[in-house]
């Protein structure tokens, strides 16, 4: 047991107190963490925008060892008078804290930490801002309580306006936000969770899991060991529960865990009571009318469209920005009137920027008549927007793709079809293989759109032998084809269904 608590403890700590205990105390009982390429891949992504940004102070001194081997060189460094520090750490008061960039500001005598974020400076959530300044404010208090005088506190992210036009100055690439004041005002939250924090890791056991009042894709590793009758499929499932906090509290404090022993009594609102209604009758809700006014209206040939994109931190295409999402690949079945289909595709083979290519690509293949039937309208109008935006003379046929959009997925999303097999979801890997299961994603060499951005990057941007190359761009149009293939059956079987 180790009562030293440090700032990545911490977060743990604000994340689920129970989380917290079994991870510091009896580490043995938590869930594995998921093997997910996409996750690993942000971690990576991660890493590599911190080391970018040390290029800004090239003369800095990069701390390295243990907690006690890195406190006591940072402390060392310090007396002999160097003044920029990677990663100097700081050992005190049984707390540990190690800075991605720790300065001297000679103007103000004292010094500023900057905390490295792989984030942009726009564009997401409070929750993850108030994250990232807690991880600073509470560096700040464990540097200052090693004796030394904080002035000021920032944090480096991504410049989110910045477009890579061959090599990449690093001050153009970042942007610089001070948080001095805001990380001030959490110290007293944060030194009272500290002291919480420390008696909690002398209990003989957690008091509780704060993660019972989540939905199921916020629940901490301790979950399952801590609540294990809670199924497979249950109230945490009921659709975006976790957006409905005080309901989720009213079902987990009345014991109502099981969907299908939700008193009647018991306030839903429209969609669980659909999902609990499916669930106990196990019929299908299948809303025709509204299916059937949605399919009328649409234009044939319907171009059946699927993007695979790669997102990097620091751009590695030309003419894009932080995290763009950059589509490489796409596949396109086209179903006319008749009930004709023609499939085209598109994958870019080269580490050449692939944004002007595949517009072009997309003005050969699809004409100007005709939805474009997508599964999620915001991830490919996004990206056409994308693409308008560094192809000016494709820029009217690109935003024309918006407009023609019809997003398969919406009447999912909105039970317009349920399913209880669907399983509170209305993700395509969910739908598919209950409504078409005869088609699977199960034995494709690359079966997921996380692993598609993995083995992609690899071949244009890694090292992958070359009797490996032309099979795995196979595999990647393999599975693209079958995500825009899996959209046309389901489009098929949804007409099946409203002429019976």
């Not at 608590?5 to 911490?10: A, G, H, N, R, V």
């Not at 996750?39 to 001194?61: I, T, W």
């Not at 001297?104 to 108030?130: L, Q």
């Not at 989110?160 to 942007?175: A, R, Y």
């Amino acid at each position: 047991m180790s009562l030293t608590i440090s700032k990545s403890d911490y977060l743990k700590f604000k994340e689920c107190t129970g989380f917290f205990w079994f991870w510091k105390n009896d580490p043995s009982v938590l869930a594995p963490e998921k093997e997910d390429p996409f996750v690993d891949r942000l971690k990576s992504q991660g890493y590599q925008v911190e080391l970018f940004a040390r290029n800004l102070y090239p003369q800095a001194s990069l701390i390295t060892g243990n907690p006690a081997e890195a406190t006591s060189s940072t402390s060392q460094l310090i007396q002999k008078g160097t003044h920029q520090f990677l990663q100097a750490s700081f050992l005190v008061n049984g707390l540990f804290a190690s800075c991605d960039i720790l300065i001297w500001n000679d103007f103000f005598g004292g010094w500023d930490i900057i905390e490295v974020k792989s984030s942009t400076d726009k564009g997401y959530n409070k929750d993850k801002r108030k994250e990232h300044i807690l991880d600073a404010a509470f560096q700040r208090i464990v540097v200052q309580q090693s004796g030394l005088r904080v002035v000021n506190v920032y944090l480096l992210e991504l410049n989110k306006e910045f477009l890579k036009q061959g090599e990449i100055d690093p001050n153009q690439l970042f942007n610089t936000t001070e948080i001095t004041t805001q990380c001030i005002e959490m110290e007293q939250e944060i030194l009272a969770d500290i002291s919480y924090a420390k008696n909690l890791l002398k209990q003989s056991n957690p008091l509780d899991c704060s993660c019972k009042y989540k939905g199921r894709s916020r629940h901490c590793r301790a979950f399952n060991y801590l609540y294990p009758n809670v199924s497979d499929y249950s109230i945490y499932d009921l659709r975006a529960i976790g957006s409905s906090k005080t309901m989720l509290r009213n079902l987990v404090d009345g014991n109502h865990i099981d969907i299908a022993k939700i008193p009647d009594t018991f306030k839903l609102n429209e969609k669980h009571r659909l999902q609990k209604y499916v669930h106990l009758s196990k019929e299908i809700n299948l809303e025709k009318e509204k299916i059937a006014r949605q399919f009328n209206e649409l234009i044939y040939p319907l171009y059946f469209l699927d993007y695979e994109t790669l997102a990097c931190g620091i751009p590695k295409f030309e003419n894009t920005y932080p995290y763009q999402q950059t589509v490489f690949q796409y596949s396109l079945h086209i179903l006319d009137k008749s009930g004709n289909i023609e499939h085209k595709e598109y994958i870019h083979k080269s580490s050449s920027t692939p944004v002007h290519i595949v517009a072009e690509k997309l003005r050969e293949d699809i004409g100007d008549e005709g939805n474009i039937v997508v599964w999620n309208k915001g991830f490919e109008g996004k990206c056409n927007q994308d693409l308008a935006a560094v192809n000016p003379s494709l820029g009217t046929f690109l935003l024309g793709l918006n407009k023609r959009i019809y997003d398969l997925m919406t009447l999912f999303e909105k039970m317009e079809y349920l399913h209880d097999d669907f399983k509170g979801s209305y993700s395509i890997k969910n739908v598919l293989p209950v409504m078409c299961p005869d088609l699977s994603y199960q034995g494709l060499a690359v079966s997921n759109g996380a692993q598609a951005v993995v083995e992609y990057e690899q071949l244009i941007f890694g090292n992958v032998t070359e009797e490996l190359v032309e099979s795995t761009f196979d595999a990647l149009l393999e599975y693209c084809k079958l995500d825009t293939w899996a959209m046309v059956s389901i489009f098929q079987e949804l007409e099946k269904m409203l002429s019976d």
